[in-house]
């Protein structure tokens, strides 16, 4: 067995945090979880459905790694990525590191995992592996799915090698900090102002504000929208709130980082960002109550009342990212 030593091993609510907590504890840097999603600008919004989707897919973050890449530019850490269409050179690059005393992070299919509770198909899973042994990898993942779990080393590689929507290729990744790192309190204006910018000027109509707006005109013909409602639309819900996101599409966790910012920096901007975002998080929770009501009940007034309540979350949400886009760097 090989394990490296005094690996913290807490399991947070997002899976990218988790395994970048893990990762960035093991370098001496211990931040909240809150403070890892904001450095990393990690908020977003995205409305996708396509003729091949079963059910339209709502995504509250940026895509998968975009906030492990912010994170490591933002505090100047080297950031080393191998990614391979060979299992067994993957084997090697998370072995290597792992022999040589260093936790590493990994992307995968969550699908394969046989801890995991849920069984559908998401590519973008993040874990932080520390450990191995002839037949398992010891893993962390979510608090959700237990923290520090482990996977048998066949499911491992079969959920590395998973093609299809937000899939890498066997990535494996570890993070470095430098000798001094760069402050966190330093960098908080720059990601906030970045995550703000992209919010509100977003390449397509299915992004940031806009794409909860186009959420807003959508949801209403949610019931007609094929398959079977009374599953679709409770499992789109129980998405939206307790699929390791922190609850209301990762509006929380963005939430406590302003709180967390505003105790640092004192902005008026902050203070005024970080209470849209609490009123956020609140309908966020509300809407999607009222989506999986109908699904339940088969109530289209139900979708109505919930369109409703989007087009305010569009605009809350779009006051708040203007007030943080003019933060000015202290």
């Known amino acids: 067995m ?6 913290d091993v807490r399991g947070m609510q997002h899976c990218e945090t988790t395994a970048l907590g893990v990762l960035l504890r093991h370098e001496g840097l211990d931040l909240s979880e809150p403070m890892l999603f904001g450095l990393g600008s990690g ?9 091949n989707m079963d059910f339209p897919f709502l995504g509250g973050r940026v895509k998968p790694f975009e906030l492990t890449r912010n994170l490591a530019a933002a505090l100047g850490l080297e950031l080393r990525v191998e990614e391979t269409t060979s299992p067994r050179k993957a084997w090697r690059n998370v072995a290597g590191p792992i022999d040589a005393g260093r936790p590493v992070g990994l992307q995968l299919d969550s699908y394969h995992l046989d801890y995991f509770t849920t069984k559908v198909h998401f590519g973008g899973h993040v874990v932080a592996m520390y450990g191995y042994d002839e037949q398992r990898a010891y893993l962390v993942d979510t608090a959700q799915q237990g923290g520090a779990v482990s996977a048998g080393l066949a499911a ?4 590395r090698a998973q093609r299809g929507p ?41 992004l940031g504000y806009r794409g909860i707006e186009k959420t807003a005109q959508q949801v209403p013909k949610w019931l007609r929208r094929g398959g079977d409602p009374r599953e679709d639309l409770p499992r789109a819900a129980v998405l939206m709130e307790r699929a390791g996101t922190g609850g209301a599409l990762f509006r929380n966790l963005y939430r406590d980082f302003l709180a967390e910012c505003a105790q640092l920096i004192d902005s008026s901007r902050l203070r005024t960002g970080h209470r849209l975002y609490a009123e956020a998080a609140a309908l966020w929770t509300q809407v999607a109550s009222l989506i999986a009501a109908a699904g339940e009940s088969g109530d289209e007034d139900k979708l109505v009342q919930a369109a409703s309540v989007l087009h305010d979350l569009a ?3 779009r ?12």
């Open 2 to 7: 090989v394990m490296v030593k005094d690996v």
């Open 43 to 51: 908020l977003s919004f995205i409305y996708w459905d396509g003729k």
């Open 156 to 159: 491992l590689a079969r959920a």
């Open 166 to 206: 937000m899939t890498a290729r066997h990535r494996s990744f570890t993070l470095t900090a430098p000798t001094r790192p760069a402050s966190p309190e330093d960098r908080i204006v720059p990601a906030v102002k970045s995550c703000a910018d992209a919010f509100l000027n977003p390449p397509i109509a299915n």
């Open 315 to 317: 605009r809350i949400e």
């Open 319 to 330: 006051d708040a990212m203007r007030e943080l886009s003019m933060l000015q760097d202290h």
